[in-house]
């Protein structure tokens, strides 16, 4: 899913995953800056444990992660999950396509991901923020 800050992204994906978890499979959700930490980190069990789950779900998932943490940590999680067709719901606000100057995308700090996220259904998420309301 990809939109502006607020639509309701998360919440969405936390929905599904909520869904799934109710009907008996196994979730994993993450932010991908918490991933790529964990795995720098030295803990490459929670790779395996993200490549197999039932449903991952990466929110915010390249907000905080270096373009090193895309291609070394998450570019192969989604390969071996695309491979196995196993789902993953990815939340961004950044922009995926090549870009125009000055305006960071997702293309220019890593190619390979965007492709692989392409491969799937993207979602545009829009509407007025709701952080904040009651």
């Given at each position: 899913?990809?939109?502006a800050?607020?639509?309701?992204?998360?919440?969405?994906?936390?929905e599904?995953a909520?869904?799934?978890?109710?009907d008996?499979?196994?979730?994993r959700?993450?932010?991908?800056?918490?991933?790529?930490?964990r795995?720098?980190?030295?803990d490459?069990a929670?790779?395996?444990?993200?490549?197999?789950?039932g449903?991952?779900?990466?929110?915010?998932?390249?907000?905080g992660?270096?373009?090193?943490g895309?291609?070394?940590?998450?570019?192969?999680?989604l390969?071996?999950r695309l491979?196995?067709?196993?789902p993953?719901?990815?939340?961004?606000?950044?922009?995926m396509?090549?870009?125009?100057?000055?305006?960071?995308?997702?293309?220019?700090?890593?190619?390979?991901?965007?492709?692989?996220?392409?491969?799937?259904?993207v979602?545009?998420?829009?509407?007025?923020?709701r952080?904040?309301?009651r």
């Amino acid at each position: 899913m990809i939109g502006a800050v607020g639509p309701g992204k998360s919440y969405l994906a936390t929905e599904i995953a909520w869904r799934w978890w109710l009907d008996g499979h196994e979730i994993r959700f993450a932010t991908g800056a918490g991933l790529v930490a964990r795995v720098f980190g030295g803990d490459w069990a929670e790779l395996d444990r993200v490549r197999t789950v039932g449903l991952l779900v990466l929110d915010d998932f390249d907000r905080g992660v270096s373009a090193r943490g895309l291609d070394e940590v998450v570019q192969p999680v989604l390969l071996h999950r695309l491979g196995d067709r196993l789902p993953v719901v990815v939340t961004t606000n950044t922009p995926m396509t090549k870009g125009e100057p000055g305006v960071r995308t997702l293309y220019q700090r890593s190619a390979a991901v965007t492709d692989r996220l392409r491969d799937g259904l993207v979602v545009p998420v829009g509407g007025p923020s709701r952080r904040g309301r009651r």
